[in-house]
């Protein structure tokens, strides 16, 4: 059964950020940017349309999609990069798969109580972040 990701959620922790940073090739100025922010995640879950918003006072991402369907993902501001993404449920995992230059790069969701777990990974890094639902 699909998680339900619906809902605000505050930053709590991030490990090993800049590492995953450095393996998606983004400069060190950019890194140490990124470093310092605590993004948000706005999330709008209906049925198989997913909308995440990462907010921060740097710079916002979004992502509008629908489970299942292949898409081509412009990652202008983030890393500079196209690539073919794929978004599936695993179990009550949302699991996202990026196909382009950087080898192994996605990322999982998954909500366990009033937290939401990131996993993002890049070239063999991993980072895990943690948000707390508001």
């Known amino acids: ?5 619906n809902g605000y959620w505050k930053m709590m922790s991030s490990d090993n950020f800049e590492e995953y940073l450095k393996a998606l090739d983004v400069n060190i100025a950019i890194r140490k940017i990124a470093t310092l922010l605590k993004p948000d995640k706005d999330i709008v879950h209906d049925g198989d349309h997913i909308i995440i918003k990462t907010l921060s006072t740097f710079k916002n991402y979004n992502m509008d999609f629908h489970v299942g369907k292949e898409f081509e993902e412009d990652l202008s501001g983030v890393d500079d990069r196209k690539c073919v993404t794929t978004i599936t449920w695993e179990g009550d995992k949302l699991v996202c798969v990026q196909k382009g230059e950087i080898e192994g790069r996605g990322w999982t969701h998954w909500v366990d109580g009033d937290e939401l777990h990131l996993e ?15």
């Open 1 to 5: 059964m699909p998680a339900n990701l």
């Open 120 to 134: 993002l990974r890049a070239a063999g890094v991993v980072c895990k972040q943690i948000f707390k639902k508001t």
